[in-house]
């Protein structure tokens, strides 16, 4: 009884439970590929939290109302039908994997929010995952209660966030599919500042990183983030599953679809693209198979242009511009190329920065994203320019200043506030940021790459040539005494000359 009440009533530390997560990963070496960790141990975590939580509810309830039937079925965000517990899953003795996928179906049948979210994941493929696995993760998991008690909503979400980046980290370049560096969503989220009552859309979510981080901008100012309305689309299912549970281990709410955000945009008002405040996103660079759905487009969303077929970045952008309403502000992370090609991208560019959207570019250091070592940068566009920012665009050339890791970088809290100042400021700083007037990027046909205009190289020391010359006097003085002692021994050796 003292170890269960132990396993009841500890707290973890945000460190030990992503300790104890990540140990999970160990059992499943060998038959899973690392791709696929993901699926197995974020299921298993959400369902263990769903069930803690709700087994906390009930007791609570029960001992609050004194009627089992109020406290089984009303207070519960999600509802455990009966024999769907955790516990009841540890009491199974044989086919555990069949037990799992059995349990979380009947979830999701009870709660609809979360089909597609809970039960995608076979427990019981065998080929895949062996019964004596299945029990070990099980056990696993059992360790420590995952209820409110005993951990937070806040640092049990940065635990999955944690495991998400962990899964970026093993998958590789895959791990860029659906994870951005949180410290370059912190920059883009600081700059477009999200204020109460704003909606924001991120129509690539990934795992709904800029959509949470969104929220805690709010919650770390001490605003309300419930007054922030948030929304998302994932065109793949798995990460779509990731970003809904992502959401939910947050204890927060978003809306977010499933579907090709080209091909199928969700948000509609009136059969018209819905407009959001803010837009955020970070779609794959430079993607292919595109043409055809912006050619074939019924929403008007490509008025600029329509991008070429091996590089929908444009495409994207004014995908992105059309969900902003007329206030509205948008930051896209993108390749480098976008701000400099030619062709039908050149003048796709030329038309909206003629239409003064372009506010902010922003140069990233190298190797800060899983599937590239290239840079990258940040665009920030707004249909709303202040009177004092009308025809100019801020450069802020921010590559120089970061932490080198093992195989890659990252931005320092310190080169996240630069920048983010800098943009605030709205000023010159020398080697750094510099504020260009729309003629200037004319002359320079419309090429938006940041070393045009912010002069990133130092100076070259001035060169004393009455010195330089000195110099080369003595070495040639001292190469004539060399050459002289030189051929004194070899005189002595008979190979004088």
């Known amino acids: 009884m003292a170890s269960q009440k132990k396993l009841v009533n500890e707290k973890l530390s945000l460190q030990e439970l992503e300790h104890f997560l990540w140990q999970s990963a160990d059992i499943l070496r060998g038959p899973i590929e690392i791709s ?3 699926n197995y141990i974020l299921a298993l975590l959400s369902y263990k939290r769903l069930s803690d939580v709700y087994l906390e509810e009930y007791k609570e309830n029960l001992e609050k109302y004194g009627d089992e039937t109020i406290a ?10 009966e024999g769907c517990l955790w516990d009841d899953v540890r009491k199974v003795g044989q086919n555990v994997g069949e037990k799992l996928n059995e349990v979380m179906d009947k979830i999701t049948k009870e709660n609809p929010e979360l089909e597609g979210v809970l039960n995608r994941t076979d427990f019981n493929d065998k080929e895949k995952l062996s019964e004596s696995r299945v029990v070990k993760l099980v056990g696993h998991f059992s360790k420590h209660r995952l209820g409110n008690k005993n951990v937070s ?10 495991l998400i980046k962990q899964f970026a980290d093993t998958a590789g370049k895959k791990g860029g599919e659906f994870y951005t560096p949180r410290e370059v969503v912190e920059v883009l989220v600081k700059i477009v500042s999200p204020a109460e009552g704003d909606e924001v859309y991120d129509p690539c979510c990934g795992s709904a ?15 309300n983030p419930e007054k922030l309305f948030l929304f998302g689309q994932e065109i793949n299912v ?12 947050h204890n927060m709410d978003a809306e977010i679809h499933h579907g090709d955000t080209f091909a199928d945009p969700k948000f509609l008002d009136g059969g018209q693209l819905r407009t959001f405040d803010i837009v955020l996103a970070n779609p794959m660079w430079n993607q292919d198979g595109y043409r055809e759905a912006m050619e ?15 590089y929908a970045d444009w495409g994207w952008i004014q995908h992105m511009l059309a969900s902003l309403n007329e206030q509205g502000k948008m930051g896209i992370v993108l390749d480098n190329g976008v701000l400099f090609r030619g062709g039908s991208e050149g003048k796709i560019r030329k038309k909206v920065v003629e239409a003064d959207l372009v506010e902010c570019v922003i140069a990233l250091p190298e190797k800060l994203f899983y599937n590239t070592g290239a840079p990258g940068c940040l665009l920030i566009l707004n249909k709303n320019k202040p009177a004092e920012l009308k025809s100019k665009t801020l450069f802020i050339y921010a590559g120089k200043e970061f932490e080198k890791l ?6 320092r809290e310190e080169d996240i ?6 943009y605030h400021n709205w000023d010159d700083v020398e080697k750094y940021a510099r504020v260009v007037e729309v003629d200037e990027i004319r002359e320079n046909d419309y090429n938006l790459s940041v070393t045009r205009y912010v002069d990133i190289f130092d100076e070259e020391e001035p060169i004393d040539i009455p010195q330089v010359l000195h110099e080369l006097k003595e070495l040639k003085k001292d190469w004539q005494d060399i050459e002289d002692k030189l051929n004194d021994y070899l005189t002595e050796l008979g190979y004088g000359y």
């Open 406 to 411: 093992k195989n890659m970088n990252r931005l």
């Open 72 to 81: 089984r079925e009303k207070f519960h965000r999600f509802t455990i039908p």
């Open 153 to 162: 909503a806040d640092m049990l979400g940065q635990a999955y966030e944690y």
């Open 238 to 249: 798995f990460t779509w599953a990731i970003a809904k549970m992502n959401v939910i281990l």
């Open 209 to 223: 990183g800029m959509l949470i981080e969104s929220y805690y901008h709010l919650k770390n100012r001490g605003r």
């Open 417 to 422: 506030q630069k920048i983010v100042d800098a």
């Open 36 to 38: 696929e960790y993901k």
């Open 296 to 310: 074939n487009d019924r929403f008007g969303r490509f008025k600029y242009g329509i991008a070429p077929d091996n």
